[in-house]
């Protein structure tokens, strides 16, 4: 019976790198949403998909971040050349069904540190 | 405009002290929902409570009541006898309806720390 899985927990990249999040959601569900959470502060939410679809993409950065959830496999956040200030903890959360209905199940996150 | 707002950032008590932990939050919406989580310091978030707009009944689980107060749009938490398991981070968030978004608003959090 396992919860959402995020991995890798702790990612460390030098400035320029690419980091590659992997949230695998609750067995059965299709809505995955992402959240960044910068330190001392709550989360921001990112973006909201459902298996090959971009939803809502509202929260992310016009620029190097891209997300994607395909039909099979791991939903996945990117961040292309990154920076010290994308250093956060990014959090994958899935639901069942909208999620008016029912509340987000949360991973554990990943911890990015950016150097 | 912070849609919730917790203003509180950091609460001690002593052990056995009840505690409520604050939330505003700020919606043109008529359906909505209001969440509780706890962030402990392993980082991981935990699903405490969801409320919808409709149902302004006070809850209660065991140490935890929620008040929830639609004429002030505040939904506060209370830990009664508090333990220092309850030693964490405590995020208050608002999902909107409209537009169909389904993201949630969090608040800044409250940290708050049990003294044993």
């Known amino acids: 019976n396992a919860g959402v899985m995020q991995n890798p927990r702790h990612l460390v990249r030098r400035r320029g790198q690419e980091a590659r999040l992997r949230c695998s959601p609750v067995k059965g569900h299709s809505h995955v949403y992402w959240y960044r959470q910068l330190p001392e502060e709550g989360l921001k939410f990112m973006v909201y998909l459902q298996k090959e679809n971009i939803i809502d993409e509202s929260g992310m950065p016009k620029e190097r971040f891209s997300a994607e959830f395909p039909k099979e496999g791991p939903s996945i956040l990117r961040i292309q050349q990154v920076v010290r200030g994308d250093s956060a903890a990014y959090f994958c959360?899935?639901?069942?069904?909208?999620?008016?209905?029912?509340?987000?199940?949360f991973g554990p996150g990943t911890r990015l540190t950016v150097l | 405009a912070q849609k919730v707002t917790q203003a509180q950032t950091e609460i001690s008590v002593v052990e056995k002290e009840d505690v409520t932990l604050d939330c505003v939050y700020e919606t043109r919406d008529t359906t909505y929902y209001l969440f509780w989580y706890k962030q402990p310091p392993s980082g991981e978030l935990v699903f405490l409570i969801r409320?919808?707009?409709?149902?302004?009944q006070n809850e209660i689980s065991g140490r935890y009541s929620w008040n929830f107060q639609k004429s002030t749009s505040s939904f506060n938490f209370t830990i009664t006898a508090s333990q220092v398991v309850d030693s964490a981070v405590y995020f208050c968030a608002l999902s909107e309806s409209k537009g169909g978004a389904n993201n949630l608003f969090f608040g800044t959090g409250t940290r708050l720390t049990v003294i044993p």
């Open positions: 409320r919808n707009s409709f149902d302004e």
């Open positions: 959360a899935s639901s069942l069904r909208d999620s008016r209905l029912t509340e987000q199940f």
